[in-house]
């Protein structure tokens, strides 16, 4: 097997990583960068002091980990966040798939397990497997 030379900007992770596979580094950063593209974010709305809130990230975790789901959590009591605490905040927590926007909601008070996982199932990260 010829030897390789590490592609510059290749992290020094990922070079004996794609070495020890015998895949050429410019092809193991397009994967990398291929999967973040594909990456669902889920945006959360919460507050500090909501119980609610800290249920629905608890069971949030594992179904976004299973789906290679990003959970964006935004507290809307914090400065900056007047826009999003006026319109939801008498539904926090509230779950989007996206960004804040009433046609992304997934569920708010109580986590729509079903609902979020057939979300995160109707988007292209399935392409990520077909990406490898």
Do not use: Q
């Not at 605490?85 to 779950?95: H, I, R």
């Amino acid at each position: 097997m010829p030897s390789r030379v590490r592609a510059e900007g290749a992290s020094e992770r990922t070079w004996p990583v794609a070495a020890r596979r015998g895949v050429p580094l410019a092809a193991a950063r397009w994967r990398r960068v291929a999967r973040r593209v594909l990456l669902v974010t889920l945006t959360l709305l919460v507050r500090a002091y909501c119980h609610l809130c800290d249920e629905m990230r608890d069971a949030l975790a594992p179904i976004a980990a299973a789906h290679a789901a990003a959970v964006e959590t935004i507290d809307i009591d914090a400065a900056g966040n007047e826009v999003l605490a006026a319109a939801w905040g008498e539904c926090v927590p509230v779950l989007f798939a996206g960004a804040p926007d009433a046609t992304r909601e997934l569920c708010h008070y109580h986590l729509d397990r079903d609902r979020v996982v057939a979300a995160l199932a109707a988007t292209p990260v399935a392409l990520e497997t077909k990406i490898r």
